[in-house]
């Protein structure tokens, strides 16, 4: 083990841990909506607080699926072709986002078994 030295910061103590897996302001987006990328910012951020972008363009593309599916010469097209690869990969995403909340699951569950075994039972006997 190395002396401590105020002037070699490799002998300091670790303040923070090994890994750190934390997010940071959960559901909070990038996206700024101002008068350079919006006609009306106020109502576009109103609209966008109770309905996101994602559940926007998610109704629009159930509808475009109802009508591809009421004219399958639609779904021949290219624009159909791309819809349908599109809807796949949306699809997939959100697959891929409920294994991740499921495993985060698991582990947080596999934790509170070994730290609070009767928190568990009653949080397993409840579901």
């Not at 949306?90 to 609070?116: F, I, P, Q, S």
């Amino acid at each position: 083990m190395t002396a401590f030295s105020w002037f070699d910061p490799t002998t300091w103590p670790s303040m923070a841990p090994g890994t750190l897996n934390q997010p940071i302001l959960p559901g909070w987006s990038f996206m700024t909506v101002n008068e350079g990328n919006s006609s009306d910012p106020a109502a576009e951020q109103r609209i966008v607080a109770g309905n996101s972008y994602g559940r926007q363009i998610g109704r629009m593309m159930d509808v475009v699926e109802e009508l591809v599916k009421r004219d399958p010469e639609v779904a021949k097209t290219d624009a159909g072709k791309a819809f349908e690869a599109l809807r796949k990969d949306v699809e997939a995403a959100k697959d891929g986002a409920k294994t991740d909340r499921l495993k985060k699951l698991m582990t947080d569950l596999k934790a509170l078994k070994t730290a609070d075994p009767q928190a568990f039972k009653a949080l397993i006997d409840e579901v």
